[in-house]
């Protein structure tokens, strides 16, 4: 069975063939489980190499999950966490930071998914009143919802509003891969270098196998965080084939060869559809992600074929994402059918 590439989600993409020999390579002998092997205690020297000296990276199989855990370890239960109205936080995970953190969301409403520190400090309200929420935390997301890119001098704009106010800056890095490589930058220079204190880093995305990371930056936040992981439900008992995973992402700049290849087909795909007539990109193209307009037969006709999601159901803006095994022809294919069902519409 060979299903059809799509356009759908980098989640939808294959495992680098690197990650898969390195998790072939430590699946030999009987380790101590939970983390207590030499692999995962190797890994934690390449967070550091990446994310700075006093980084602490706690593994887990769940994009939500590492979000969840980043705002149980910030917040109390009377305290808040400000994010933009399209952040995975508020819209993709099912009310989890309400329900198992029990963190109440602020809600900053913006016009590309990305918050501004002025944005930020119009819901620092009420500080020190009893009878309202306190806000504690701000996540950002890079890159964001809408594939936008933070410049570093927004997000430290956002930690020095933070810093002011003695919040915590926690960055949704599902996609922090191709941002900083849509930015030419290293990832500590788009995390901690700018003021961010914790961080949920992205693998799944970006070429593994159900493996992401909370990059702790801030040593204050780690005090009893493995008791979290496990309360939470994170703490995998087979912990080295996560650590193999992020040992081949994060050595030989597996990570970036990887959202390179993403962004680049994103490029090419904007450029194959940009001047059909009919079709209308609605949002910059700055990683990943293609969003377009076009009519209703056309999107129908095209879903026949393509996996891929409708955005927005009332102006028939859709989502198109390219991954790390994206190629050119599968854009060129896609273009094309893109540019005959344009042309039937």
């Known amino acids: 069975m060979h299903p059809a590439r ?11 063939p690197e990650v898969l020999a390195a998790i072939a390579r430590v699946n030999v002998g009987h380790v101590k489980g939970y983390g207590h092997d030499d692999w995962t205690r190797g890994v934690q020297e390449l967070f550091a190499e990446h994310f700075g000296a006093d980084a602490r990276a706690y593994l887990v199989w769940g994009g939500t999950a590492a979000n969840v855990l980043s705002l149980r370890a910030a917040c109390r239960p009377w305290e808040a966490a400000i994010c933009a109205q399209t952040a995975h936080l508020n819209v993709d995970e099912c009310g989890a930071p309400e329900a198992l953190a029990g963190v109440k969301l602020l809600i ?6 990305k918050l501004t520190a002025e944005r930020v400090e ?4 009420r500080v020190g009143d009893e009878h309202a929420v306190q806000p504690r935390l701000v996540s950002v997301s890079q890159c964001t919802e809408l594939g936008t890119i933070y410049t570093p ?11 002011r106010q003695q919040m915590i800056l926690h ?14 930058l290293p990832l500590r220079s788009v995390s901690g270098d700018l003021g961010v204190d914790i961080l949920s880093f992205g693998g799944t995305k970006n070429g593994l196998l159900g493996a992401e990371a909370v990059v702790i930056l801030d040593p204050e936040l780690a ?7 496990k309360q939470s439900l994170q703490l995998a008992s087979k912990m080295r084939f996560l650590a193999a995973q992020f040992q081949a992402l994060l050595a030989d700049e597996l990570w970036r060869r990887c959202a390179e290849n993403a962004n680049a087909m994103a490029a090419r795909l904007e450029k194959a559809v940009s ?4 079709l209308a990109i609605t949002r910059p193209v700055q990683t990943n992600a293609v969003f377009a307009t076009l009519p209703r037969a056309a999107i129908a006709a095209l879903q026949d074929r393509f ?7 009332r102006i028939g803006e859709v989502r198109w994402m390219c991954s790390w095994d994206t190629t050119d022809e599968d854009v060129d294919e896609f273009a094309d059918a893109i540019e005959q069902e344009l042309r039937r519409s």
């Open 6 to 16: 799509g356009f759908a989600s980098d989640n939808s993409a294959t495992i680098h």
């Open 108 to 113: 900053a409403h913006t016009e590309d998914g």
């Open 122 to 125: 119009s819901l620092i309200e």
């Open 153 to 163: 001098r927004e997000v430290r704009a956002i930690a020095d509003v933070a810093r």
């Open 171 to 184: 960055m949704d890095g599902a996609r922090l891969s191709n941002a900083a490589a849509a930015l030419g």
């Open 223 to 229: 005090d009893g965080f493995d008791y979290l992981r």
């Open 275 to 278: 001047h059909l007539p009919g």
């Open 307 to 313: 996996s891929f999601y409708v955005w927005d159901e």
